[in-house]
């Protein structure tokens, strides 16, 4: 069994900067891919980033590319989004996902944080 708990979320002008972590519990963590989605109110939740369980690959929204960077600590079992340059349109709750195959599509990921939540201000 596989729990995340995210955190790091909060109140940020536009512009600035935010790095959210999902802590890992579970002897699997370090051969599963991880992920974070999004979800804004009256929106569905979508992808923003996954990386291989081994940190070598990463994958990306368009979106997001080029302000957000994930990466993992298999040592600490923690996933990290950094995100720079935040716009008033990436405010959502944020979830950690992990599955084997856990990349863009929700259906891949096998476990779910309860998500974080995101306010950018204009």
């Known amino acids: 069994q596989v729990q995340l708990v995210e955190s790091g979320g909060g109140l940020v002008q536009a512009g600035g900067s935010l790095r959210l972590s999902c802590a890992a519990s579970g002897q699997t963590f370090s051969r599963r891919n991880m992920g974070w989605f999004r979800q804004a109110p009256g929106k569905e939740r979508e992808f923003v980033a996954a990386i291989s369980w081994s940190g070598g690959s990463t994958w990306y929204a368009d979106s997001v590319k080029g302000r957000f960077t994930i990466s993992r600590d298999n040592a600490k079992i923690t996933v990290y989004l950094q995100m720079n340059s935040l716009k008033p349109e990436d405010s959502a709750a944020y979830y950690c996902?992990?599955?084997?195959?856990?990349?863009?599509?929700?259906?891949?990921?096998?476990?779910w944080g309860q998500g974080t939540q995101v306010t950018v201000s204009s």
């Open positions: 996902a992990a599955g084997f195959g856990c990349t863009y599509y929700e259906n891949e990921c096998s476990y």
